[in-house]
């Protein structure tokens, strides 16, 4: 019995205590002055490594069963999903601690600073160089901006964009959002929870990573 609740405390820590930094640290953007820009390929490679976790829930069903066979099975087909969705390294950035509005102002001087040339459709650009799509979380305070290059220069092209881009966010400041405070609140949280049951189950715990590791 102790020793099924010392792993379920240390499987609850190693699901919730990634999601939980993960807040945090959105927290932490949130609560700086000025937005914060990185690529879709950095931000989709971050979302993967908090969710990865995940993985490992159905390990000791699995064992219980002596359904060992299907741990590669699953991971062959986690690998497939990671590489079939990760963008390319010229798709596009996100932009965290920024809305949607302020976002759009910062690409239009960034797009005139750069002297390209096109027109707003809704929540695109469309220019002769390519397109720009523009979609929202305002939960999370980010906007992701889809890059599609109508051009053999796309890695050129974003490069350009990509430091034009950075020197306009420089000049925004602003105070910390209440996004921000909120994220850091649901990140103490939840880091919470799994070192509460760890603290009721201790002994449990110390005695299943002995038997695991001696």
């Given at each position: 019995?102790?020793?099924?609740?010392?792993?379920?405390?240390?499987?609850?820590?190693?699901?919730?205590?990634?999601?939980?930094?993960?807040?945090?640290?959105?927290?932490?953007?949130?609560?700086?002055?000025?937005?914060?820009?990185?690529?879709?390929?950095?931000?989709?490679?971050?979302l993967?490594?908090?969710?990865?976790?995940?993985?490992?829930?159905?390990?000791?069903?699995?064992?219980?069963?002596?359904?060992?066979?299907?741990?590669?099975?699953?991971l062959?087909?986690?690998?497939?999903g990671?590489?079939?969705?990760?963008?390319?390294?010229?798709?596009?950035?996100?932009i965290?601690?920024i809305?949607?509005?302020?976002?759009?102002?910062a690409?239009?001087?960034?797009?005139?600073?750069?002297?390209?040339?096109?027109?707003?459709?809704?929540?695109?650009?469309?220019?002769?160089?390519?397109?720009?799509?523009?979609s929202?979380?305002?939960?999370?305070?980010?906007?992701?901006?889809?890059?599609?290059?109508?051009?053999?220069r796309?890695?050129?092209?974003?490069?350009?964009?990509?430091?034009?881009?950075?020197?306009?966010?420089?000049r925004?400041?602003?105070?910390?959002?209440?996004?921000g405070?909120?994220?850091?609140?649901?990140?103490?949280?939840?880091?919470a929870?799994?070192?509460?049951m760890?603290?009721?189950?201790?002994?449990?715990?110390?005695?299943?990573?002995?038997?695991?590791?001696?």
């Open positions: 019995m102790g020793g099924s609740i010392a792993i379920d405390s240390l499987l609850v820590v190693g699901l919730v205590a990634p999601i939980a930094v993960y807040f945090l640290m959105l927290g932490l953007v949130n609560s700086h002055s000025r937005p914060c820009l990185v690529s879709s390929r950095s931000d989709f490679v971050s993967t490594i908090v969710m990865a976790p995940l993985l490992i829930a159905p390990m000791p069903a699995l064992a219980n069963r002596s359904l060992w066979w299907l741990l590669p099975l699953e062959v087909l986690a690998a497939w990671f590489f079939s969705m990760l963008p390319g390294r010229s798709d596009g950035w996100v965290y601690n809305s949607a509005r302020r976002c759009r102002a690409i239009d001087a960034a797009l005139r600073d750069l002297g390209w040339v096109g027109r707003w459709k809704g929540d695109a650009w469309q220019g002769d160089c390519g397109e720009l799509t523009l929202s979380i305002p939960l999370l305070r980010n906007v992701t901006i889809h890059a599609d290059w109508q051009t053999s796309s890695a050129d092209r974003l490069g350009e964009l990509d430091r034009a881009l950075q020197r306009r966010l420089m925004i400041e602003q105070l910390p959002s209440t996004a405070a909120c994220l850091l609140v649901l990140g103490v949280a939840l880091l929870m799994p070192i509460w760890m603290g009721r189950h201790i002994q449990d715990v110390v005695e299943a990573v002995v038997h695991l590791f001696g």
